[in-house]
């Protein structure tokens, strides 16, 4: 029987994927791509998803503390608490934004009609031009003061149109905002849970990187809301006090301006003051000029009083970090800014500590 004749198997090749080096970097740049495609994919959820997330953040410990009971699971605690900040924040919150949008469309066209039109603009000059003892050229400024007029109209009546425009995409995000909020509030001390099991750092210093994020957010973002109520109640009884229209608009407004670092309670007062000079009130500017300057001493003694403690970030760096994370990420970013720069100035003080030690 004629048995089948066999090749010797030849030496075995090693592959490049064979080499443990190689292997080790293919892993890498596979890993590097799929994050970077699944941080494309995910790009446009960035902002929602933070938002959710910071909101997570700030009322997990409400949460535990009010709802979170042997009777009530976490799930149905954190189902419990979105309900609640749908009903109390969002819906009142979109409720407010709609009519101060209406209300100052509609106060833009009166005074355009009234207090700002061309007649009475030009009996205005008139009075200017008699009190002045040089000439001055009349029908040129209240040809410039008109446009003007016309040209802020004209921006406010655009903005009421792309608010309403943009009103589904608010919807949507809003969506996802409430979904992030509610699965950040059931998973949150997980996600935290990992993050600090993957830090580069010992445990103790992982701690403090997460205490010093949880801090800043936290006491940022209380230290906000109470700033803007407080400037907002001081607004709005200004206007009361001296006999200023839309009293509750300069309120709203205040409250939202409140927000943003440097602008605060300037929009409403800068109206209010129009106001006042058009109708010649020159104590009552003199009054509403001190009110401002109150409400803006007010910002500057909470923040700091809710912040002790649990941040230590120089005024001027929370002021740039705040503007910059503001233009790069929106609303959101006027905490996330101060955030990221705590957690910097944090870890170099770790290290410098950690240089400290390794000297002695």
Do not use: C
């Not at 849970?193 to 992982?206: A, C, G, Q, V, Y």
Request: charged share 15%; no cysteine.
């Amino acid at each position: 029987m004629n048995q089948e004749r066999r090749s010797p198997p030849g030496p075995r090749r090693d592959t490049a994927l064979e080499n443990p080096q190689t292997r080790r970097w293919s892993r890498i740049v596979l890993v590097t791509v799929l994050v970077v495609a699944v941080l494309a994919i995910f790009s446009v959820f960035f902002r929602p998803v933070l938002t959710g997330l910071l909101f997570a953040l700030v009322l997990e410990p409400w949460m535990r503390k009010w709802f979170l009971r042997p009777w009530l699971s976490l799930p149905w605690a954190a189902a419990l608490t979105t309900t609640l900040f749908v009903l109390f924040v969002l819906i009142p919150l979109s409720i407010v934004v709609t009519l101060l949008v209406r209300d100052g469309v509609e106060l833009v066209n009166e005074l355009r009609q009234g207090a700002l039109s061309a007649d009475s603009l030009g009996r205005y000059l008139d009075a200017i031009v008699q009190a002045l003892p040089f000439n001055v050229p009349r029908e040129e400024i209240l040809k410039k003061g008109s446009a003007l007029i016309e040209q802020i109209a004209g921006h406010a009546i655009n903005l009421a149109t792309l608010f309403a425009a943009s009103i589904p995409v608010f919807l949507f995000e809003m969506a996802i905002v409430l979904v992030t909020l509610y699965y950040g509030l059931v998973d949150g001390r997980h996600l935290f849970r990992k993050i600090r099991n993957h830090l580069p750092f010992s445990p103790e210093t992982n701690e403090r990187v997460l205490e010093t994020a949880d801090g800043t957010v936290r006491g940022g973002f209380l230290g906000a809301v109470l700033s803007a109520v407080a400037q907002a109640l001081v607004l709005w009884i200004a206007y009361l006090a001296l006999g200023i229209p839309n009293s509750t608009i300069a309120g709203m407004t205040t409250f939202f301006t409140s927000f943003v670092p440097v602008l605060g309670s300037i929009p409403a007062g800068v109206v209010g003051l129009l106001v006042l000079a058009i109708e010649g009130a020159w104590f009552k500017m003199g009054i509403l000029v001190a009110l401002l300057v109150f409400a803006g001493t007010v910002d500057n003694l909470i923040k700091p009083i809710v912040l002790k403690g649990s941040v230590d970030l120089h005024p001027l760096l929370g002021l740039l970090s705040a503007l910059g994370g503001m233009a790069l990420m929106g609303f959101i970013g006027i905490f996330i800014g101060p955030m990221l720069t705590a957690l910097a100035l944090e870890l170099f003080h770790i290290l410098e500590e950690e240089r400290r030690v390794a000297r002695n």
